[in-house]
């Protein structure tokens, strides 16, 4: 019924950048928040940031390094990260909170991941 689709991981040396996209489709009445977690393997997975009601925030391990930004008009959340670490490696998860009818309390949703290397 409704889809995250990830894109924009790879590989990257450290202090470099990478940009991931995140979008949304299906039927949707109106995306309420989006935001990217990530996960190394046998850690839980992390909140990173996330956007909606008019306000962007993020976590402590990558503020000023990363910014998160969206396109209403296409359903679609970007993750800007820069400067990044050998410790920002993990998969990288779209998440959103999705209003499929008027009244109805709204549903997460999870893209498949993304995975971002930091190595040299």
């Not at 993990?90 to 290397?117: D, F, H, K, M, R």
């Amino acid at each position: 019924q409704v889809q995250l689709v990830e894109s924009g991981g790879g590989l990257v040396q450290p202090g470099g950048s990478l940009r991931l996209s995140c979008a949304a489709s299906g039927s949707i009445f109106s995306i309420v928040t989006m935001a990217w977690y990530r996960q190394i393997p046998g850690k839980q997975r992390e909140w990173v940031a996330s956007i909606g009601s008019g306000r962007t925030d993020y976590a402590d391990s990558v503020k000023g390094r990363f910014t998160i930004d969206g396109d209403n008009a296409k359903n679609t959340v970007y993750l800007q990260m820069n400067s990044l670490k050998p410790e920002d490696t993990a998969v990288y998860y779209c998440n959103a909170e999705i209003l499929l009818l008027l009244g109805l309390p709204p549903s997460a949703y999870w893209g498949q991941g993304t995975q971002v290397i930091v190595s040299s």
